[in-house]
């Protein structure tokens, strides 16, 4: 049997969602109805780019009672930094708050996930790095996305690395996902736009990976099209950053979130995470350099995405790995390798057949 199946199971989504500009005014008064059930308190988890931006951190009906966590982003989040932040907040009196928000990006919305299954299910973080290892609902969550594409306000699981493994895995539960999001496409106005791109361009990536694959159902399939539909609607028709492009990729990122939960992706991913655990990239930068070698596997796609990056005039890093050290090549290969179910899905069992070490450290130097 192979180690892929069509990737539905019994499937969760988001219990509710809220969408549209504005959307964010409607965060207190979800917040107050949490509020009068028992516990009074409430763990924000914010992007620390937000310290900057009080008007916006004014908007979200934080009280005395509650407590804010901001989030620095440099890093992916590791599993010590997730215990770390919930002894803290079982030392101050937040073990059983009514409800955690994780407002930001990918790391801040899966640390809010993350510390939501552990202040309930106790143990450490490492403790559930798998699949369907929680066994107890975690705190009530809202999610405010504000940087579009990853898709984490979708998604069943939470980034996190164990430093000690080098295991790169989430806490892949129903129990992740998160029970409401507020999508209000005012909060990606101020994104930096090469940002704004990377980030976008993962949800159109995952998606073009999904549909390429091997292993594919009527729902992921649905899910990708329409998602893609977005992206080239945002990316190739006027200013992706345009009140109404906003809005477009907001509800893309969400609907290739949906699209990953049910399917794989391909082999973008697996040499976009070499990237980033030998050179440090960041996921979303990382998936567009690695397009610079994937015209032969993605030949459509790739122009497609050269013809996005054109038209929305940004930068995508060239040459950063051109001349590496036999040794982190080696290192190179390892990582991308390891990655058995997605590059399966884009090649079939035999993939490593294909992916020898020098044709892999070819298609690196090609970056
Ligand atoms: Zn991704």
């Not at 999508?183 to 361009?201: C, I, W």
Request: hydrophobic fraction near 40%.
């Amino acid at each position: 049997m192979s180690i892929l199946d069509t990737g539905v199971r019994n499937v969760r989504n988001v219990l509710r969602y809220t969408v549209g500009e504005g959307a964010l005014s409607e965060l207190p008064k979800l917040l107050a109805a949490r509020r009068s059930e028992g516990t009074y308190s409430i763990v924000f988890f914010i992007d620390a780019f937000f310290k900057s931006q009080p008007d916006i951190i004014a908007r979200l009906g934080i009280t005395s009672d509650d407590k804010t966590v901001f989030v620095a982003t440099e890093e992916e989040p590791s599993t010590d930094a997730i215990d770390q932040i919930t002894i803290q907040l079982r030392d101050i009196g937040f073990a059983q708050p009514c409800a955690i928000v994780g407002m930001g990006g990918g790391i801040t919305m899966d640390v809010a996930k993350a510390v939501s299954n552990l202040l309930t299910n106790g143990g450490k973080a490492e403790d559930y790095q798998g699949w369907d290892l929680i066994k107890t609902p975690g705190i009530y969550k809202v999610a405010i996305p504000t940087l579009s594409g990853t898709g984490a306000e979708a998604t069943r699981t939470c980034v996190m690395t164990n430093k000690r493994t080098s295991l790169k895995l989430g806490m892949n539960s129903d129990f992740t996902v998160y029970d409401q999001i507020v999508m209000d496409p005012m909060l990606t106005a101020t994104v930096p736009r090469s940002q704004y791109f990377y980030t976008g361009m993962d949800a159109y990536i995952h998606c073009v990976e999904a549909l390429a694959g091997n292993y594919r159902n009527a729902i992921g399939d649905a899910y990708s099209r329409e998602t893609i539909n977005l992206c080239r609607q945002v990316f190739l028709e006027g200013d992706m950053m345009s009140p109404l492009n906003r809005e477009r990729l907001m509800v893309a990122s969400y609907l290739g979130g949906c699209a990953i939960a049910t399917s794989y992706v391909g082999l973008v991913h697996p040499f976009s995470a070499g990237l980033s655990v030998v050179l440090g990239l960041h996921h979303c930068v990382a998936n567009c350099i690695v397009m610079r070698a994937m015209q032969p596997y993605y030949p459509k796609e790739f122009d497609e995405f050269w013809k996005m990056v054109e038209k929305q005039e940004v930068d995508i890093p060239e040459g950063i790995a051109r001349n590496l050290s036999d040794y982190q090549y080696e290192q190179l290969y390892a990582s991308t390798i390891i990655h058995q179910k997605p590059l399966t899905n884009a090649l079939g069992e035999e993939y490593r057949n294909t992916l020898t070490k020098e044709k892999v450290t070819k298609i690196f130097k090609q970056m």
